[in-house]
Nanobody
């Protein structure tokens, strides 16, 4: 069984920062790409950032220059550093990872963590 557990969400004023973490645990042989998505009320889930197993990154245009994705392969953990936060960044943030184990390879999701940006 594989689990992804996010942490680090919360309430912050515009211009502030938060750092999200997502740790994978359980039966894991290897982890490929890891991603952060977000879903705001009444909107579709959107891809925010992704990082390959080799460290290559990509970002949504709306967060470029403000968010930074990174990973610690020894800890099976992906991070999202969010700076210069805006009210429109308010959403539930989900991590997602491609994980291989004895059952094969599949994509797993975390339970989500709320980020609220408001004055």
């Amino acid at each position: 069984q594989v689990q992804l557990v996010e942490s680090g969400g919360g309430f912050v004023q515009p211009g502030g920062s938060l750092r999200l973490s997502c740790a994978a645990s359980g039966s894991i042989f290897s982890i490929g790409a890891m991603r952060w998505y977000r879903q705001a009320p009444g909107k579709q889930r959107e891809l925010v950032a992704q990082i390959s197993s080799g460290g290559s990154t990509a970002y949504a245009n709306s967060v470029k220059g403000r968010f930074t994705i990174s990973r610690d392969n020894a800890k099976n953990t992906v991070y999202l550093q969010m700076d210069s936060l805006k009210p429109e960044d308010t959403a539930v943030y989900y991590c997602n990872a491609d994980i291989a184990n004895q059952l094969g390879q599949d994509t797993y999701w975390g339970q989500g963590t709320q980020v609220t940006v408001s004055s």
